[in-house]
């Protein structure tokens, strides 16, 4: 599966075997003692080293439970009538079937696969950037696309990456891809990253946006044994991004295998703040027990620090 896929995840591989996610990860623990994969959070790769970038058919195929959720829920940061920047990917791909019946709204993307989901959206204008086709994610790079961004002011950038540490931020493995989004970014008063638990912990060669500039980072519950997502979660929210998790326990109107392309209902809207500090407090400080009569919002909070505990 992994030589036709390039990328496959445990999921999946459990699936088709019929066994458990545990059996499969030992097992691709020991192809890859061999030299036959790479392991990545959640899922196997062919082997390769820092700089090497899955096309679109190998990610198309990773996290795609998880992907679905991201953009239900990143969604309902989207407002009518906004202007915003979609970069590439799977993930934004999957956003951007959801934005297709928001009325008034204006897409700038780099992306073919955004601009072909929202081909057809009578109330969204899609404007699409120049530059040189990037036949591996069908993405337009280079100078002309940077150039055609210049004086572009809009309200969000929602972004994706091949991994995201709060150490170096988003991160990806092609250079061109990265230039880009860099300036994707500054277009944008706020920036929204997108990106699934298998991401998260994982650094890249070049750096894309930087933690301190993340206003939000919507991504899907960790499992319980991946401890360091969760770490990675944790940093991020010390360093003050906004956590928004799609998926977890409680968010009412969040579904992790929902495939609808409409947006989900706004009373849906949840902002999931990870017990840390903002930027310039003192870390840990905020920290507290909640008794079971608080508010739902106190008890999301809750429910959160008690995943991240654990």
Do not use: C, W
């Given at each position: 599966?992994?030589?036709?896929?390039?990328?496959?995840?445990?999921?999946?591989?459990?699936?088709?075997?019929?066994?458990?996610?545990?059996?499969?990860?030992?097992?691709?623990?020991?192809?890859?003692?061999?030299?036959l994969l790479d392991r990545r959070h959640g899922g196997a790769v062919l082997p390769g080293g820092f700089?090497?970038?899955?096309?679109?058919?190998?990610?198309?195929?990773?996290?795609?439970?998880?992907?679905?959720?991201?953009?239900?829920?990143?969604?309902?940061?989207?407002?009518?009538?906004?202007?915003?920047?979609?970069?590439?990917?799977?993930?934004?791909?999957?956003?951007?079937?959801?934005?297709?019946?928001?009325?008034?709204?204006?897409?700038?993307?780099?992306?073919?696969?955004?601009?072909?989901?929202?081909?057809?959206?009578?109330?969204?204008?899609?404007?699409?950037?120049?530059?040189?086709?990037?036949?591996?994610?069908?993405?337009?790079?280079?100078?002309?696309?940077?150039?055609?961004?210049?004086?572009?002011?809009?309200?969000?950038?929602?972004?994706?990456?091949?991994?995201?540490?709060?150490?170096?931020?988003?991160?990806?493995s092609n250079m061109l891809s990265a230039s880009v989004d860099r300036a994707l970014v500054q277009a944008?008063?706020?920036?929204?990253?997108?990106?699934?638990?298998?991401?998260?912990?994982?650094?890249?060669?070049?750096?894309?946006?930087?933690?301190?500039?993340?206003?939000?980072?919507?991504?899907?519950?960790?499992?319980?044994?991946?401890?360091?997502?969760?770490?990675?979660?944790?940093?991020?929210?010390?360093?003050?991004?906004?956590?928004?998790?799609?998926?977890?326990?409680?968010?009412?109107?969040?579904?992790?295998?929902?495939?609808?392309?409409?947006?989900?209902?706004?009373?849906?809207?949840?902002?999931?703040?990870?017990?840390?500090?903002?930027?310039?407090?003192?870390?840990?400080?905020?920290?507290?027990?909640?008794?079971?009569?608080?508010?739902?919002?106190?008890?999301?909070?809750?429910?959160?620090?008690?995943?991240?505990?654990?």
């Amino acid at each position: 599966m992994v030589r036709a896929n390039g990328a496959v995840s445990l999921r999946e591989l459990a699936r088709v075997v019929q066994t458990s996610e545990v059996t499969v990860r030992r097992d691709v623990r020991a192809l890859e003692a061999e030299g036959l994969l790479d392991r990545r959070h959640g899922g196997a790769v062919l082997p390769g080293g820092f700089t090497r970038e899955s096309g679109f058919p190998q990610k198309s195929h990773l996290a795609t439970a998880e992907k679905t959720a991201i953009a239900d829920l990143a969604a309902n940061f989207v407002e009518e009538g906004e202007a915003i920047v979609v970069g590439a990917g799977t993930t934004t791909q999957e956003l951007a079937r959801r934005l297709a019946r928001v009325p008034g709204l204006t897409v700038v993307t780099n992306s073919l696969l955004v601009a072909q989901a929202l081909a057809h959206a009578n109330r969204v204008e899609v404007v699409m950037t120049g530059g040189t086709l990037r036949g591996s994610n069908y993405a337009l790079v280079g100078s002309g696309a940077e150039q055609s961004l210049q004086g572009l002011r809009v309200s969000r950038a929602f972004l994706s990456g091949s991994g995201l540490t709060a150490e170096r931020g988003l991160s990806t493995s092609n250079m061109l891809s990265a230039s880009v989004d860099r300036a994707l970014v500054q277009a944008a008063a706020e920036v929204v990253v997108l990106a699934d638990h298998t991401k998260l912990g994982t650094d890249t060669m070049f750096q894309t946006v930087p933690t301190d500039v993340i206003t939000r980072l919507v991504t899907d519950e960790p499992p319980a044994h991946d401890d360091r997502a969760g770490t990675e979660l944790q940093a991020l929210a010390d360093q003050g991004v906004q956590i928004a998790v799609a998926g977890a326990s409680g968010n009412s109107g969040v579904s992790g295998a929902s495939g609808g392309d409409s947006v989900p209902p706004r009373q849906a809207r949840r902002d999931v703040a990870l017990p840390g500090p903002r930027r310039g407090q003192v870390p840990g400080a905020g920290l507290r027990t909640l008794t079971s009569d608080a508010g739902p919002e106190q008890q999301q909070r809750a429910r959160v620090a008690d995943m991240r505990r654990r």
